[in-house]
């Protein structure tokens, strides 16, 4: 099974600035790499395949990059509703997912 | 607008079953392989079954093989979950999803808002 690492588990962020999550995987996953966005009593919501393209109807300042075990999920300037919980998820060899990093308003 | 509605989630008692229905709209569901996923606190996200688009080619997480079995009903745009020998390590927030196929890798495009399964005494 691949092990999905993300780092860090808590980032405080104010609104506008950047911020930047990292996710590890155990082994390479080549690009299949997706990203999700969860807020409190909802499903996830798609925002990255491909380590790198953004989902239908997916804001630009969503962005994401690497590729083998390494991954960055970078959103630019920090909307009140970008606060939430955000994972990744390799579906290179079946599914797994990182255990998250909640993204608050510091 | 695409939608994935689940349903049959509650209360049942370890050992006992449950069925879990996903009812898709929005989409043309017969072209797609569909999933579940299932979220704790504890374990977090974690994929559970998949079943091709015809229902031909199954597939389960190691822990509920032989418990869980997969089904869909293409003409009623719809997809189940029969959760049998239930354990209370099955507790969770039960979502179907949609598959879509980038090469030969398949990412969960779309998510129901998800039921919840408690195993519990």
């Known amino acids: 099974e691949i092990v999905m690492t993300q780092s860090p588990a808590t980032l405080s962020v104010s609104p506008g600035e950047r911020a930047t999550l990292s996710c590890r995987a155990s082994?390479?996953?080549?690009?299949?790499l997706a990203w999700y966005q969860q807020k409190p009593g909802q499903a996830p919501r798609l925002l990255i395949y491909?380590?790198?393209t953004r989902a239908t109807g997916i804001p630009a300042r969503f962005s994401g990059s690497g590729s083998g075990t390494e991954f960055t999920l970078t959103i630019s300037s920090l909307q009140s509703e970008d606060f939430a919980v955000y994972y990744c998820?390799?579906?290179?060899?079946?599914?797994?997912f990182g255990q998250g990093t909640k993204v608050e308003i510091k | 607008e695409v939608q994935l509605v689940e349903s049959g989630g509650g209360l049942v008692q370890p050992g006992g079953s449950l069925r879990l229905s996903c009812a898709a709209s929005?989409?043309?569901?017969?072209?797609?392989?569909m999933t579940w996923v299932r979220q704790t606190p504890g374990k977090g996200l974690e994929w559970v079954a998949n079943?091709?688009?015809?229902?031909?080619?199954?597939h389960f997480v190691d822990s509920v093989k032989g418990r869980f079995t997969i089904s869909r009903d293409n003409a009623k745009n719809s997809m189940y979950l029969q959760m049998n020998s239930l354990r209370a390590e099955d507790t969770a927030v039960y979502y179907c999803?949609?598959?879509?196929?980038?090469?030969?890798?398949?990412?969960?495009?779309?998510w129901g808002q998800g039921t919840l399964v408690t195993v519990s005494s």
């Open positions: 998820q390799q579906y290179n060899n079946w599914w797994t």
């Open positions: 079943i091709k688009q015809d229902g031909s080619d199954k």
């Open positions: 929005g989409f043309s569901f017969s072209d797609y392989w």
């Open positions: 491909g380590a790198s």
């Open positions: 999803a949609s598959l879509r196929q980038v090469d030969y890798a398949y990412y969960f495009e779309y």
């Open positions: 082994q390479s996953v080549s690009s299949n």
